[in-house]
């Protein structure tokens, strides 16, 4: 098994140190993992610290240290969540281009500048309008940049909408869903299944396995499992029950990256 989305305190919200995400994927059973802290450049909330030249080469070093310290017990990529916005986009490439990375993963945490996570987002909007915008801004990221593996948690939306969870939210904007997926599918890059919305309201993968069998469908094949750990009980959380889910989907393989390059892995 392998968790390809777990957070360090490298990451302005982990909690953890390299060492204890080691340790804790070892006892939960797992072969490999990836560790993948946020770069969020120009972050509207300015008391959150850059993730500067300086501080990824730091990450380097000490990714390198924790691999050697593991070999033989745990297979350790090198990766990175990628927050995107529009006027970044050329920095985005420049920094992947520029480190070494096993695996990247292209995220959308803002929507014209503002974080879903923020009431300040929902004001004023239904929840359609509040959803549609957010998968539009991610059809646009999506459509301008490449330097990425996988999107991750498509529906990040709905951790914190304020809206009522409903079991046909993943329908509300299905044709630029689509849309995304097949962006996603022309462009050779994956998908990610984010097991961190078992923890929310919804208590379903991000994002909903329907979309997932629809990537399928149309021809994806990139297929990455994460927990989006920043706390050692969440590494590897719910596993079993997401690849039971995407077994279902008649999936038999998930993904592991080396030097931004997939590799299939069989679902036993
Ligand atoms: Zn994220
Ligand atoms: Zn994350």
């Known amino acids: 098994m ?3 989305h777990i957070h360090t305190t490298y ?8 060492e204890t995400v080691c340790e804790r ?4 059973g797992l072969k490999e993992i990836a560790f993948t802290d946020h770069i969020d450049m120009d972050w509207p909330d300015p008391t959150i610290p850059p993730f500067d030249i300086k501080t990824l080469d730091q990450y380097f070093e000490d990714l390198n240290k924790i691999k050697e310290k593991y070999e033989g017990w745990l297979t350790i990529k090198k990766g990175i969540e990628l927050g995107l916005q529009p006027h970044i986009l050329e920095q985005c490439t420049s920094i992947i281009q520029s480190y070494p ?5 292209a995220s959308v945490h803002l929507v014209n500048g503002v974080d879903p996570y923020l009431g300040e987002y929902y004001s004023g909007r239904t929840k359609e309008e509040a959803y549609r915008l957010y998968y539009q801004e991610i059809l646009d990221l999506i459509g301008s940049f490449n330097e990425f593996d996988v999107l991750g948690h498509l529906d990040y939306i709905k951790r914190y909408s304020p809206y009522p969870a409903e079991d046909d939210d993943h329908l509300l904007c299905s044709k630029l869903v ?5 962006t996603l599918v022309n462009k050779g890059k994956g998908l990610e299944v984010n097991t961190s919305g078992y923890r929310h309201t919804s208590n379903a993968p991000m994002p909903h396995m329907d979309i997932i069998r629809r990537y399928r469908q149309l021809g994806g094949n990139i297929i990455t499992l994460g927990s989006d ?12 029950r997401a690849v039971n889910e995407i077994k279902k989907s008649g999936i038999s393989h998930l993904t592991a990256f080396t030097g931004r390059v997939p590799e299939y892995v069989p679902i036993i």
């Open 2 to 4: 392998l968790d390809y």
């Open 11 to 18: 990451s302005p919200d982990g909690q953890m140190s390299m």
């Open 25 to 28: 994927a070892i006892e939960a």
């Open 229 to 240: 750990a920043h706390r050692p009980e969440h590494i590897a959380f719910e596993f079993d």
């Open 101 to 105: 990375f096993d695996f990247v993963i």
């Open 178 to 182: 689509d849309d995304i997926i097949l």
